[in-house]
């Protein structure tokens, strides 16, 4: 019953933005922390942003002062505003939360940068 739905992926040229959306369909109440990760092929998952309750965040280094993170707290979204974007950004960006501290993911969302 807990669903993560990822939308705004694409293919976009290197410097291009996208901005990534993500609604959850569990109750407010228990989320600790939404946020982004992702994979490229052949590689791990790796973390790509957080936000917490009180509004704090973290970026990985890779990301920081290109992507900024949001969220809409009574709808239970998050948004990924992807700037600068380069090919090495390319991957499978999934929807993650935080919920009774145990963590969920989406189905993910492709991001393609091409050079």
């Known amino acids: 019953q807990v669903q993560l739905v990822e939308s705004g992926g694409g293919l976009v040229q290197a410097g291009g933005s996208l901005r990534l959306s993500c609604a959850a369909s569990?109750?407010?109440?228990?989320?600790?922390?939404m946020g982004w990760d992702r994979q490229a092929p052949g590689k791990q998952r790796e973390l790509v942003a957080r936000i917490y309750n009180g509004g704090s965040t973290n970026y990985a280094d890779s990301v920081k002062g290109r992507f900024t993170i949001s969220r809409d707290n009574a709808r239970n979204t998050v948004y990924l505003q992807m700037d600068s974007l380069k090919p090495e950004d390319t991957g499978v960006y999934y929807c993650?939360?935080?919920?009774?501290?145990?963590?969920?993911w989406g189905r993910g969302t492709q991001v393609t940068v091409s050079s």
């Open positions: 993650h939360a935080d919920w009774f501290r145990r963590g969920y």
């Open positions: 569990i109750s407010g109440a228990g989320i600790n922390a």
